[in-house]
């Protein structure tokens, strides 16, 4: 990536943390980043192909606050829970908002998602898997089926607060899961791990 296409994507991710942009035009979107749309298109070839670049630069942040966090000698349910707040934090809500269009768009195969679907999972799976090492999940294969568990808990808690706004029933569930982890009630995991093998 050329430094000056890296510095404006860098300007389009600060917008959208101001402005949630999902809703607005891609000359709209220029405005906001202080460029013009000839810029944008001339860098990230149209509107969609601007959004994937935001959601993958947003998604290698989010990596980047896990393997921070996984540097503190934390237990899991501290990392998760520091995780999980700063994620859910009202200046990074208009980003989720984003990460999901763009994963709707992902699941009917749209062209320009192609990167997004190549690593919205894989790319998760090996620092995930890490964490639930660190905590004692020993064997490779459970290990990474708690790391596609606990993504999709994630991801489907902060579906679940975009959609209803209901962050104390919403943070009940994700302390919920990081009670289920801290005790060890996986049981179900095990078996599963067994199955895939």
């Not at 402005?19 to 220029?30: D, M």
């Not at 601007?50 to 947003?58: G, N, P, Q, S, T």
């Not at 799976?125 to 090492?133: H, I, N, S, V």
């Not at 569930?173 to 009670?179: F, P």
């Amino acid at each position: 990536m050329s430094a000056a296409r890296d510095a404006l994507l860098d300007r389009c991710v600060e917008a959208v943390r101001r402005t949630g942009f999902t809703h607005l035009s891609l000359r709209e979107i220029a405005a906001a980043a202080g460029t013009s749309h000839r810029m944008l298109i001339y860098h990230f070839g149209s509107r969609e192909g601007l959004l994937a670049e935001v959601v993958a630069r947003l998604e290698a942040e989010q990596r980047a606050l896990l393997a921070d966090l996984l540097t503190g000698d934390g237990s899991i349910v501290a990392v998760s829970r520091a995780f999980w707040a700063r994620v859910t934090s009202p200046e990074l809500l208009p980003a989720q908002r984003l990460f999901f269009e763009v994963y709707v768009q992902a699941l009917y195969g749209r062209e320009w998602t192609e990167p997004f679907r190549a690593s919205v999972i894989r790319a998760w799976e090996a620092p995930l898997a890490d964490l639930f090492a660190r905590a004692g999940v020993t064997d490779p294969e459970r290990a990474r089926t708690h790391a596609r568990l606990g993504l999709a808990v994630t991801r489907g808690l902060g579906l679940d607060l975009l959609l209803t706004g209901e962050r104390e029933r919403v943070e009940a569930a994700a302390e919920l899961y990081g009670h289920l982890l801290a005790t060890g009630e996986d049981a179900g995991a095990e078996q599963a791990a067994d199955e895939v093998e």
